[in-house]
């Protein structure tokens, strides 16, 4: 008759209590399961009081394939001959799993809410209790011959099976896909669950994760002037439903943090803008136009922003009625900082200050048109980007301000301050009206 394992005897008095603790529990086990295994061990038992008397202790050690009847007269043998074969033996056999090791076998028995799996050589796993109710969906499926993955979470219980974890082993399996991933840039095609200040939450193989808004591509990216953390969530929401091309750029298991990135490898390079340099003159397409600027493409994955006051000299109320998206420009990087770019426009037209330097001078009395309000007074216009503050401390308040400067009427000033390089310059309209 054919049994499933081989019994090897042996004796090392330096190693015998660390090897029969961690064996004798799987040797137990092993012979509750099967009356072939318990003839084995009860012969080697026998055996070695004869051969030793009771005292001291013996090892079981057991493998595939050999005759119950032949075991113990072939191991006795060789375990009197030589010692040399014996460690060589102890040594073969492979260490035990510890807790959180994952393992694989065949399913060897399903009965009522408990699945037996065979771990070769180790002796039999178990998953039942709070572990089959966890993947109780998957085990109802589970037929004896199938192979399953497990975590072990309890190297010995107090039957002497190893008791084994399905979901703890598919989240370890997962995260070690997301560290694959990570590894080799792979895109998911993923919906937006839901959105934070922060940026977006998206779900992966049952795993929560988060998208930062700073990883968004451009065409996502929520444009709010001054940051206001309200009007950036109300336009990351617009995103809720919407499937995304993302990557995974971080999997932490211990943390369990996922972060994602809607910019792919290459982009992610490409964002850091280090190609560009202070000074590039580029031709890019207009892909936004919002209050406070326009946002041109200079790159595929990469835009820089042209503030609203770096679109022209002269006074911009409103960026969408000087360009719409797909308007081609050109456009001058003027900063590069972080992977952003900073661009300008009107640095690449003549800058009117310099020829207003030889016409205007300190104290020098001018026309100008009132432009704009501002909370420090008004602006006056000498000329077509050439335009100065009228302080709001000439009036006893804005009203009078307002009702004494009218917006789109001349009005004769006086030059107090006047500074073309820097673009400053200061208008009295009391000593203008005075003169």
């Not at 896909?177 to 998911?188: L, N, P, R």
């Not at 959105?195 to 779900?203: F, I, Q, S, T």
């Not at 940051?227 to 950036?232: N, Q, S």
Request: include cysteine.
């Amino acid at each position: 008759m054919r049994s499933w394992v081989t019994v090897i005897i042996v004796y090392c008095e330096s190693i015998y209590t660390e090897v029969n603790f961690l064996y004798s529990t799987r040797i137990i086990s092993t012979a509750r399961k099967s009356s072939a295994r318990r003839l084995i061990v009860r012969r080697a038992q026998n055996w070695w009081q004869a051969t030793y008397g009771a005292s001291g202790g013996f090892f079981v050690f057991m493998s595939t394939d050999t005759t119950v009847d032949a075991v113990v007269e072939t191991e006795e043998v060789t375990a009197k001959g030589t010692n040399a074969y014996m460690t060589a033996k102890l040594e073969e056999v492979p260490a035990l799993p510890r807790f959180g090791d994952l393992v694989e076998g065949p399913v060897v028995s399903v009965l009522k809410q408990k699945v037996y799996v065979e771990l070769h050589p180790y002796g039999t796993g178990i998953i039942y209790g709070r572990e089959y109710n966890a993947a109780s969906d998957i085990l109802r499926r589970v037929k004896v011959g199938d192979t399953i993955a497990a975590k072990v979470v309890d190297t010995a219980n107090k039957e002497g099976y190893i008791e084994l974890s399905l979901m703890e082993a598919r989240q370890a399996l997962i995260w070690a896909d997301a560290e694959k991933a990570v590894t080799q840039g792979t895109v998911f095609e993923l919906p937006v669950r839901e959105a934070n200040k922060g940026g977006l939450m998206l779900d992966w193989q049952g795993i929560s994760g988060f998208l930062p808004a700073s990883q968004l591509k451009p065409d996502h990216y929520p444009r709010v002037e001054d940051g206001d953390k309200a009007k950036i969530l109300d336009e990351l929401r617009k995103l809720v439903g919407d499937k995304l091309s993302v990557i995974i750029i971080t999997a932490d298991a211990e943390e369990g943090k996922l972060i994602f990135s809607e910019r792919g490898p290459q982009e992610q390079k490409e964002s850091t803008a280090q190609e560009f340099a202070v000074g590039n003159v580029v031709e890019g397409e207009i892909t936004g136009a919002v209050d406070f600027g326009v946002f041109v493409k200079i790159k595929d994955g990469l835009e820089g922003l042209v503030h609203i006051s770096e679109l022209d000299w002269g006074l911009v109320e409103n960026p969408k009625t000087l360009y719409k998206v797909g308007d081609r420009v050109k456009v001058k990087v003027i900063e590069v900082k972080d992977g952003k770019v900073s661009l300008s426009i009107k640095a690449l037209k003549e800058d009117p200050w310099k020829s207003a330097s030889d016409k205007y001078k300190k104290d020098q009395l001018v026309d100008a048109v009132i432009i704009k309000y501002n909370k420090h007074g008004a602006l006056a216009s000498i000329e077509e980007g050439v335009a100065g503050l009228v302080h709001i401390s000439e009036f006893a308040s804005a009203d009078e301000l307002h009702k004494s400067l009218e917006l789109g009427r001349l009005y004769k000033f006086k030059i107090t301050l006047f500074e073309p390089s820097n673009h400053r310059m200061t208008l009295s309209y009391k000593q203008g009206q005075a003169s």
